[in-house]
């Protein structure tokens, strides 16, 4: 079954690495979307794929890189639009 959602993480979570340790894991595990950072310090990251494989990636996310520290994760069910790829957005 196919899922989407959308995540914001809020926590030291910019400038370490942490939208290229969600790109890779995406790519890993087989989910499509996009990760960016947003102008009020949070990250917005968008999954869509098997059920199975983003459930993985939203318990990553929650999780993060080796320096970051996650305060808070909110998450929101989105129509499947399917992506592609995966990729890294700039603001």
Known sequence: MKKSIRLYITGTVQGIF??????ENAERHNVKGFVRNLEDGR???FLEGNSEDVNKMIELCKKGPKHSQI???ETKEERFQDFKTFKVLHI
Do not use: A
Request: no cysteine; charged share 40%; proline share 0%.
């Open 43 to 45: 990250i917005e990251i």
């Open 71 to 73: 305060k808070k994760v």
């Open 18 to 23: 942490f939208r290229g340790f969600v790109k």
